[in-house]
């Protein structure tokens, strides 16, 4: 299952920017104990780089029964984070101090969706 982008997904990321800024929709389902690994990384990102790169979490909540949905499609947890751009976004996750924190996402989950978004 796709936890984090590769370099290809950022490039396509970048080369279909429409400008201007962007929501990015997390959808995550955490790993046995992944709660705790994942607040690490969390506790990361909202303190230090978010405000490097312009970032600001919109909002974070549990998941709960989905009214609508396959088997298998409820998610653990949802992220709204914004970003003023698509270069703001991809030069945080290039950051190489942020790099040293993404193993505990990695680690805290067992499927994620990272789908970015712009207002209509």
């Known amino acids: 299952m796709a ?5 290809a997904d ?14 990015m929709l997390n959808l995550l389902r955490f790993a046995e104990g992944g709660r705790e690994s994942y ?16 970032g600001e979490v919109v909002y974070i909540g549990n998941g709960s029964t989905p009214l609508v ?3 298998g499609q409820e998610w653990d ?16 996750v290039a950051d190489p101090e942020y790099q040293q924190f993404t193993h ?3 680690q805290a989950l067992t499927e994620a969706v990272l789908q970015p978004t712009t207002a209509w």
């Open 39 to 54: 607040e690490k990384y969390s506790t990361a990102i909202r303190e230090t780089f978010l405000p490097r790169y312009g």
């Open 69 to 71: 949905a396959e088997p």
């Open 77 to 92: 947890a949802v992220l709204l984070v914004h970003y003023p751009s698509r270069e703001a976004f991809s030069r945080m």
């Open 10 to 23: 950022l490039k396509r990321f970048l080369a279909e920017d429409p400008g201007g800024p962007v929501v």
């Open 104 to 106: 505990f996402r990695t």
């Open 3 to 7: 936890i984090d982008p590769r370099g």
